[in-house]
């Protein structure tokens, strides 16, 4: 079992930078693929940023609407996930959370933290 804690949410103005964090524990070595995912006010949970592990390589997957301004990160020595959010919009308010696919094909899911973009 893999349990994910996020944290770094909050409110940021239209232009602005948030970190987002997610500390692993269990069974973490099980897992090939970490993500970020958010669900916005009456919306779907949507996919923001994916990151694959193994054979030394990492592979990074952005939705459109992120990409150049949000990246996917690892500390492995940490077991902490990254989503380094930068020059965010109003339509970025959602909360945010983190997932972990493993080997056993299980998903899991952070609690979420909420990020909310405003002036």
């Known amino acids: 079992q893999v349990h994910l804690v996020e944290s770094g949410g909050g409110l940021a103005q239209p232009g602005g930078s948030l970190r987002l964090s997610c500390t692993a524990s269990?069974?973490?070595?099980?897992?090939?693929?970490w993500g970020w995912y958010r669900q916005g006010p009456g919306e779907q949970r949507e996919m923001v940023a994916t990151?694959?592990?193994?054979?030394?390589?990492?592979?990074?997957n952005y939705a459109d609407a992120v990409k150049g301004r949000f990246t996917i990160s690892r500390d492995s020595s940490r077991d902490t996930v990254y989503l380094q959010m930068h020059k965010l919009k109003l339509e970025n308010t959602a909360v945010y959370y983190c997932?972990?696919?493993?080997?056993?094909?299980?998903?899991?899911w952070g609690q979420g933290t909420q990020v909310t973009v405003s002036s």
């Open positions: 269990g069974t973490t070595f099980s897992v090939y693929r």
């Open positions: 997932n972990a696919d493993d080997y056993t094909l299980d998903t899991h």
């Open positions: 990151l694959t592990t193994g054979n030394n390589l990492n592979y990074t």
